[in-house]
């Protein structure tokens, strides 16, 4: 069944098939990294931007 796929491609759909790949593989890698993601480390990233905001409102209130 794959063998007959893949002798029906034309040139362009190469790209086509291509890109579908990549973008199959980017998402399957971030799935598997963000299930193997400690939760230590998933919590610190995710209070960086409120730790910077909270930073800059202390500072503007020393003004």
């Known amino acids: ?3 007959q796929f893949v002798q029906g ?3 362009n759909q ?3 098939i291509t ?3 990549i ?3 980017f998402f399957i ?3 598997v990294m963000l299930i193997r993601i400690k939760k230590p480390h998933a919590d610190y990233m995710g209070d960086i931007p409120l730790n910077d905001a909270q930073a800059d409102h202390l500072n503007l209130q020393e003004l």
């Open 29 to 31: 890698v971030v799935t």
């Open 23 to 25: 973008f199959l593989l």
């Open 14 to 16: 190469v790209y086509l």
């Open 1 to 3: 069944m794959f063998k």
């Open 9 to 11: 491609i034309d040139g």
């Open 19 to 21: 890109s579908l790949a």
